[in-house]
């Protein structure tokens, strides 16, 4: 597999970029922590968005600095920031819904006092939870760590700028990314009520907003329109959500026996007003996305970052023009191919045969741009077809259902383009993304997460291109991604061991008998281990053992 080649400009910008808001957190620390200035939380907190933004894109160049454990002891402070920011804007604003009252306004006051001391009481919770995340914070040593990392790299940088055609190309991928994330929740813009999704599409807005931030000084002057209308629209969500929060706290504040009948009258007038304001930014919004879309902003917005052509094999063709892809399989000769109609216990097809299927000539073209490793990725497919079809009677799954299967075990292992870590999710990426694929936007995104999930998480409703399909889909991804996850545990030291299973099940368990060449222990018991979506998915014990194969007279 190809890496993505770290280089020393990379390094540099990602250095400069991130010394603004590391500064910005360190000059606020003192006034967060004496909680007399409503703004210094606020701005510790979007320091704290960019620093982790940053963190997220540049993730390769500070492997030894932002560990896991780093990156999460920063998510914890941007979240108890995060809570302490949300009362202070509910408290501000309540002061001066309050003071708009008048004299004449004695029904509606004791409920917003009551709402009133609420808020004050958590806020002062919030407060111990801020001190005791940044504790934690300074004595891991985070940020000081991030800072010597940062000294580091500007001191041994050479003068004059990085190789910003390079640099430009990278940005590209990484904006086209936030953009598709954005443009997955569009389904939901003209659903009012669709709150959870309407929430997570501010946060893609913010994500946009901060990347563009991030990358501004490689396009001067050409980012300041953009980034300014993703601030529109993460103000736009940011306020319908803050409505949709007092909504919910003001319901069950009605609902609860002990209210009393003096504070009901201020409880409804402040959650019609929430009510009135939501709808107001509600229209606002819809309009202004029916005007992008009018105007095909977003169109233009992806043409901006489209990279420069390159030669066959970067990662910059995957979004370029299809390039003439030599359809020779490296790795031929190792009995690694496929299989398009069926999977044969006799062993995959040959590349010639399965290549007949003009559908996939498009998956195989995105492969070999990204360097395959064609053996392995072969043989699993070869092995999740023939799981697929030995437990057809499990899981009733159509013909379009196993091409969407093949095409994942195709394109699960692309992201390794970029480098191991996390190359599932940059599978899912190039798969959203890539021109080279002549799919539909739900295709792109069933088979994306099918790849995704061939290892680390399973799948979840929090994650937002999952929780974006229709749950008939949703099945369909979960029962597809538990065969993939298997198959691809049964190569997982790419020798291909396992020549072919077969399936047995009754109501408690399912069997996957494996046909090997060696003693395959570690492969089986790693199929049981990454088996637990599978167990899930069937509702059965999986069990996973092995046979070796008869010597065939061409062996002997």
């Known amino acids: 597999m190809v890496k993505r080649k770290k280089h020393q400009g990379r390094s540099i910008f990602a250095a400069r970029a991130m010394r603004r808001p590391l500064r910005a957190m360190q000059e606020e620390l003192e006034g967060v922590l004496r909680n007399q200035d409503i ?37 914890y402070v941007t979240k108890r920031l995060g809570s ?22 004695s029904m509606i006051r004791p409920g917003i006092e009551h709402v009133l001391q609420s808020l004050v009481q958590r806020r002062q919770a919030a407060q111990v939870e801020v001190t005791r995340a940044l504790d934690r914070l300074e004595s891991n040593q985070a940020l000081p760590r991030l800072q010597r990392w940062i000294e580091r790299q500007l001191n041994n940088a050479e003068e004059g700028p990085a190789d910003e055609g390079d640099l430009r190309d990278g940005a590209g991928l990484v904006v086209n990314e936030r953009l598709a994330e954005l443009l997955s929740y569009e389904p939901y813009v003209e659903q009012p009520h669709a709150v959870k999704e309407l929430h997570a599409m501010r946060i893609a807005a913010k994500h946009l907003r901060y990347t563009l931030e991030l990358f501004a000084p490689l396009y001067p002057d050409d980012l300041k329109s ?6 529109w629209l ?43 304001r939501r709808a107001e930014v509600y229209g606002e919004f819809v309009a202004a996305w029916h005007q992008a879309t009018a105007t095909d902003y977003w169109g233009k917005f992806r043409r901006l970052f489209e990279p420069a052509a390159t030669t066959a094999g970067s990662v910059d063709d995957l979004h370029g023009a299809t390039a003439d892809v030599d359809r020779s399989v490296p790795g031929e000769d190792s009995g690694a191919s496929l299989s398009a109609g069926c999977a044969s216990r006799d062993g995959p097809m040959t590349y010639e045969q399965f290549s007949r299927d003009e559908r996939l000539r498009p998956v195989f073209d995105l492969a070999q ?18 799981f697929f079809d030995e437990s057809s009677a499990l899981h009733g799954l159509d013909g379009d259902r196993r091409f969407w299967l093949t095409c994942a075990a195709l394109l699960h292992d692309i992201g390794w383009v970029e480098g191991r870590p996390r190359h599932q999710k940059t599978a899912l990426r190039l798969i959203l993304q890539s021109p080279m694929l002549p799919w539909d936007e739900r295709m792109r995104r069933i088979v994306g997460l099918i790849a995704r999930y061939h290892r680390r998480a399973l799948p979840k409703a929090r994650h937002r291109q999952f929780a974006a399909l229709p749950d008939a889909d949703q099945a369909d991804v979960r029962t597809l991604s538990a065969i993939l996850r298997i198959a ?35 492969e089986c018991e790693r199929a049981v281990r990454k088996g637990r979506l599978a167990a899930d998915v069937f509702n059965r014990e999986v069990r996973v053992t092995w046979r070796l194969r008869e010597a065939s007279r061409a062996d002997q």
Request: proline letters at 2%.
């Open 84 to 105: 302490a920011r949300d009362l202070d804007v509910q408290i501000d604003f309540l002061g001066q819904f309050r003071g708009g009252l008048g004299e004449a306004a």
């Open 226 to 231: 953009h980034i300014q209308h993703a601030r």
């Open 488 to 522: 691809d545990a049964l190569d997982f030291t790419h020798e291909n061991v396992v020549s072919d299973l077969t399936c047995r099940f009754d109501s408690k368990r399912l069997d996957i008998s494996c046909t090997v060449t060696r003693p395959a222990d570690k």
């Open 234 to 276: 993460q103000d736009w969500l940011g306020e319908i959500h803050d409505c949709d929060v007092w909504e919910e706290q003001l319901s069950v504040m009605l609902s609860e026996p002990a209210t009393a009948d003096q504070l009901t009258p201020g409880l409804e007038c402040l959650r019609d007003e929430r009510r009135r």
């Open 39 to 75: 703004e210094c939380v606020h701005r510790m907190r979007v320091a704290s968005r960019r620093l982790r933004n940053a963190v997220s894109v540049f993730e390769e160049e500070l492997a030894r600095v932002a560990d896991k454990r780093w990156r999460k002891r920063l998510k």
């Open 369 to 386: 741009v990204c360097a395959y490793e064609a053996g392995h990725t072969h043989h699993v497919t070869h092995l999740a077809l023939r």
